[in-house]
């Protein structure tokens, strides 16, 4: 019994001893990221949701260039190019944010003149909601306020008051910003919070003046689609009735800015955008729902009546004329295979596609501008929500070769570095010098939907503009 608990020693000994001789297995190697990885590996930055939005250390703006922002997803199609250069970008955060808005948004077309950018927001809120006029300038990189709905309207307490601008901001040849206001939420446009019509409003550059041009041009109606004649000083509109209106479905309108007076009001209105052709006065949009009505001419030195003209276009936002005189047109994309792009002579009025605009998963694309030569256009899929799904791309749409670039993945670089994404937009404008690519962008900090709104300047690079 002894020697075979002695031999049992020895073994476990001489075992102890063989394991001790072997080699260490090699430690695993962790592969190193490559530029494209680390971006795709980076946790996003902790934020706390403050209001008003901050940026990080007390800064009132971020100017930043890097390679990340060529960095493209896995959605990107065929046939779309990159930039080879980077752009610079400034990121602001807007003011006036003080409070939770549900949410706080942009929804109007912003416009850029002057040296100067101007663009809306609102906070959402119905009954009692309230919207902000805005100035940019990019030499100082600071806001100034031109218009406070709810300082400019003061209702009383229980009133309605829009908490949306839905229109665009367009600038009349008497040097006033024009623009008209829409409801937060579909339910309070109601005889029960005193809802008689919305306005139609101005603010002025020079002075930060606002002052109320007409409530209610088409009564019991909010006012989400507009441009203007800056000549003539005309405003065109498209309504959405409220909830106690008479006349039902969306009526298109023309108001005498100067003479104080409709001109025109009529059902089987513009939908979501117009068309306003300075070489010739005359205004387009499509009748009724949706994008397959028939196109319909204005013409104030003609008739104060619409007429139907033949051609078929998509027509959910448009560019200002360029000096070639065409219009460039871009249909919604909701709800269909894609986005189609669309020229529109405005002497012939002749429409032709030019094929689809999205570059990746995103189609619908509710703000499109032309540079002042007429050659690029700028656009964001993903208005709605979503443009993060394809990085938040920034295209740039060359109209002599057909083709698309992205100058700009603005995702995941600012969620990464502030803990911002951005979700979309309704509001885009390019400097009459073509240089910079203004974006005011529905931005999130926490969440599947937007909650503030965050302004970027993009400083297009000259070589991607040649």
Same mark, same amino acid.
């Given at each position: 019994m002894i020697r075979l608990i002695s031999l049992i020693a020895m073994m476990v000994l001489l075992l102890a001893c063989l394991v001790d001789a072997a080699p260490p297995k090699p430690e695993k190697t962790a592969k190193q990221p490559t530029a494209k990885s680390k971006a795709a590996q980076a946790k996003p930055a902790k934020v706390t949701v403050t209001f008003p939005p901050q940026l990080p250390d007390g800064k009132q703006f971020l100017t930043e260039t890097s390679p990340e922002f060529l960095e493209p997803p896995k959605t990107l199609r065929d046939g779309v190019t990159i930039a080879k250069t980077p752009p610079t970008i400034d990121f602001l955060y807007y003011?006036?944010?003080?409070?939770?808005?549900?949410?706080?948004?942009?929804?109007?077309?912003?416009? &850029?003149? +002057?040296?100067?950018?101007? %663009?809306?927001?609102?906070?959402?809120? !119905?009954?009692?909601?309230? #919207?902000?006029?805005?100035?940019?300038?990019?030499?100082?990189?600071?806001?100034?306020?031109?218009?406070?709905?709810?300082?400019?309207?003061?209702?009383?307490?229980?009133h309605y008051s829009p908490g949306k601008i839905h229109s665009r901001l367009d600038l009349g040849d008497d040097g006033w910003l024009y623009f008209s206001t829409q409801r937060g939420s579909t339910k309070v446009t109601a005889d029960a919070f005193h809802y008689t019509g919305d306005w139609i409003v101005r603010c002025h550059p020079g002075t930060a003046k606002a002052e109320v041009?007409?409530?209610?041009?088409?009564?019991?109606?909010?006012?989400?689609?507009?441009?203007?004649?800056?000549?003539?000083?005309?405003?065109?509109?498209?309504? &959405?009735? +409220?909830?106690?209106?008479? %006349?039902?479905?969306?009526?298109?309108? !023309?108001?005498?800015?100067? #003479?104080?007076?409709?001109?025109?009001?009529?059902?089987?209105?513009?939908y979501r955008y117009i068309i306003f052709a300075p070489s010739t006065g005359r205004a387009y949009?499509?009748?009724?729902?949706?994008?397959?009505?028939?196109?319909?001419?204005?013409?104030?030195?003609?008739?104060?009546?619409?007429?139907?003209?033949?051609?078929?276009?998509?027509?959910?936002?448009?560019?200002?004329?360029?000096?070639?005189?065409?219009?460039?047109?871009i249909s919604s994309g909701q709800?269909?295979?894609?986005?189609?792009?669309?020229?529109?002579?405005?002497?012939?009025?002749?429409?032709?596609?030019?094929?689809p605009a999205s570059v990746g998963s995103q189609a619908y694309v509710a703000s499109l501008d032309a540079d002042p030569t007429g050659r690029f256009l700028y656009y964001v899929p993903g208005a709605h929500g979503g443009s993060e799904q394809d990085h938040a791309a920034v295209v740039q749409?060359?109209?002599?070769?057909?083709?698309?670039?992205?100058?700009?993945?603005?995702?995941?670089?600012?969620?990464?570095?502030?803990?911002?994404?951005?979700?979309?937009?309704?509001?885009?404008?390019?400097?009459?010098?073509?240089?910079?690519?203004?974006?005011?962008?529905?931005?999130?900090?926490?969440?599947?939907?937007?909650?503030?709104?965050?302004?970027t300047v993009i400083h297009i690079p000259e070589s991607e503009r040649r």
């Open positions: 003011p006036g944010q003080d409070y939770p808005g549900k949410p706080w948004s942009n929804w109007g077309d912003s416009l &850029a003149v +002057g040296g100067k950018y101007y %663009a809306s927001i609102g906070d959402h809120l !119905a009954p009692a909601g309230n #919207a902000f006029v805005y100035e940019y300038d990019p030499a100082t990189k600071s806001f100034r306020q031109l218009a406070n709905l709810r300082e400019l309207l003061q209702l009383p307490e229980g041009v007409v409530r209610g041009p088409v009564p019991k109606h909010c006012i989400p689609t507009s441009v203007l004649d800056p000549k003539r000083l005309i405003y065109y509109g498209g309504t &959405a009735a +409220g909830t106690d209106a008479s %006349a039902k479905g969306i009526q298109f309108f !023309a108001y005498d800015v100067q #003479a104080k007076k409709v001109l025109y009001s009529g059902p089987e209105g513009a949009y499509l009748a009724g729902e949706g994008e397959k009505g028939p196109l319909m001419r204005f013409d104030p030195a003609v008739s104060n009546v619409p007429v139907k003209i033949d051609g078929e276009i998509g027509l959910r936002s448009a560019t200002q004329e360029t000096p070639q005189g065409i219009v460039y047109t709800g269909q295979g894609d986005a189609q792009l669309w020229s529109f002579e405005t002497k012939t009025e002749k429409a032709q596609s030019l094929g749409y060359d109209v002599q070769k057909r083709t698309k670039k992205v100058i700009a993945f603005l995702h995941p670089f600012y969620q990464e570095r502030i803990g911002c994404t951005l979700k979309g937009t309704y509001s885009t404008a390019v400097d009459p010098a073509g240089d910079k690519l203004y974006i005011t962008w529905n931005a999130s900090r926490s969440s599947q939907v937007w909650d503030c709104c965050a302004l």
